[in-house]
């Protein structure tokens, strides 16, 4: 047996042992149910207050918990499985450290937005966003697959779920209804500061194994199939009921068709004899679902989405081509870049322009629960009463 395999087996367990463990203690000592989770205090809510059990946000939001939490763990998962070498790992390794990460992300978010009384109260929200938390992890994984072991994973988890939650109290004020900014530009730019940390010279000499082969992209493809489906409901998730929420699925909705179109015709266009690039198509097709994260609840129109989707995929689909250039070495495994870092300005612009409608007598924005700020404050109105 090989040194390399000997401390795996005696590190990994140790490490998720202690990790769980701690988890656990520190849930047993500041994690409660919300009120609307707490058997004593719902029930206490509908006889003072003339409710019925379906006014539970529970039964709002679940449908699109469940859409997130699949999008986590199968689209993530396969998403990452284009390597040829790497396919069980991405897999498994997607699992292990999404698992960590909404433990230790409820915690974490629970201090900065949900503690009262000494407590962290948790709720269906609180699910949701420790979900969304964990999908930054994963998209930094995205940036180090297969150059690092699982503990080491397990490591980028602890640090990134913390700054990640302190990165996200900063942006309070900033409308950002599917997280744009918090997750996935947050999540690409922190993936590659990992894969700089980690770069070695000698991690070239297996540059060979990156490649793909058939059932690797067609695997992948099944990630991307799972993640452009469930997109509406990633960025809609925590949005305000009713028309805020009903206008984010739209906007994600006609924006992902549009930038699927325009990926397809680029990559036909800039690879030689008309061929198209699977790497396009199963990452470059979902920026347009990143692209309208941000500005998915105002009033962007059907059209305007779709404009924003289909310049969201030329420019992915355009960065995969001539822009993939990896600082470090090419260590950008799943070339987070291109799709992840790239629609980031264009969603600034996009947010710029939206905010000045306004006054340009083009319509008005629409937004009662679009800051991260507001969607917090949701969550915390269902805290027990001091």
């Keep these: 047996m090989s040194g390399h395999a000997t401390n795996l087996r005696l590190k990994l367990p140790a490490i998720c042992f202690l990790l769980q463990l701690f988890t656990i203690i520190l849930f047993a000592v500041f994690v409660r149910y919300d009120q609307e989770t707490s058997a004593r205090l719902w029930h206490e809510e509908l006889s003072h207050h003339n409710k019925s059990n379906r006014d539970n946000d529970f039964y709002f939001r679940y449908p699109s918990f469940q859409d997130v939490h699949t999008m986590i ?12 070498r790497y396919g069980f790992g991405s897999v498994a ?25 000494g407590k962290i109260h948790i709720g269906i929200e609180s699910m949701i966003n420790a979900d969304f938390c964990s999908g930054a992890v994963l998209i930094s994984f995205g940036a ?6 699982p503990i080491q994973l397990l490591l980028m988890a602890l640090f990134e779920v913390t700054l990640f939650g302190i990165n996200e109290y900063i942006l309070l004020s900033a409308k950002d209804a599917g997280d744009s900014m918090t997750i996935h530009t947050f999540g690409a730019y922190f993936g590659l500061m990992v894969s ?8 070239d000499k297996s540059r060979q194994r990156e490649g793909s082969v058939y059932h690797s992209d067609l695997f992948a493809m099944i990630g991307t199939i799972y993640l452009w489906l469930f997109w509406p ?6 949005t305000a009921h009713g028309d805020d929420q009903q206008r984010t699925v739209m906007n994600t909705y006609f924006s992902l068709a549009a930038s699927t179109l325009a990926t397809f015709a680029m990559s036909a266009l800039i690879n030689g004899e008309g061929k198209l ?29 779709m404009i924003a989707g289909f310049l969201a995929g030329l420019v992915s689909t355009l960065g995969f081509k001539f822009l993939t250039v990896s600082p470090v070495g090419d260590v950008d495994a799943a070339r987070e870049g291109p799709w992840k870092r790239q629609p980031g300005p264009s969603k600034g612009l996009e947010h710029h322009n939206q905010a000045l409608k306004p006054q340009l007598g083009l319509g008005e924005v629409s937004s009662s629960a679009g800051t991260v700020e507001d969607r917090h404050s949701a969550a915390s109105s269902l805290l027990p009463p001091a």
Excluded at 96 to 115: K, M, P
């Design 73 to 84: 763990f199968i689209g993530f998962g396969f998403l990452m499985t284009f390597l040829k």
């Design 93 to 117: 390794f997607n699992f292990l450290i999404a698992a960590f990460a909404i433990q230790w992300s409820t915690l974490i978010q629970g201090f900065f937005h949900s503690f009262h009384d």
């Design 144 to 149: 180090v697959l297969g150059k690092t072991s």
């Design 196 to 203: 700089r940390v980690l770069y070695r010279p000698q991690l």
């Design 233 to 238: 409901s990633f960025n809609s998730a925590i």
């Design 277 to 305: 690039d699977m790497v396009h198509i199963q990452n470059a097709a979902l920026a347009g679902g990143v692209m309208v994260g941000t500005s998915g609840e105002m009033m962007l129109t059907p059209f305007g989405a």
